[in-house]
């Protein structure tokens, strides 16, 4: 999952957001996304494709 929260931060700084942003992007809390960003918290596969969603950009994939 490091990864993981690493790919978010990158994606938000080469867009330019904010942790600000990003929380408004996916209507949570600002404290809730600076648990995911700082690797306390667990994603599921729907919030992962809602991050997704909101970023416009692919996080993971999964090889057949």
Do not use: P
């Not at 929380?23 to 960003?37: C, F, G, M, Q, Y």
Request: aromatic share 8%.
């Amino acid at each position: 999952y490091t990864t993981l929260f690493r790919s978010i931060s990158e994606i938000l700084k080469a867009k330019g957001l904010t942790q600000k942003d990003f929380a408004r992007l996916l209507n949570k809390r600002d404290s809730e996304i600076s648990k995911w960003l700082t690797g306390r918290h667990n994603f599921t596969t729907q919030t992962i494709a809602r991050i997704e969603t909101a970023l416009g950009s692919k996080l993971i994939s999964i090889a057949h």
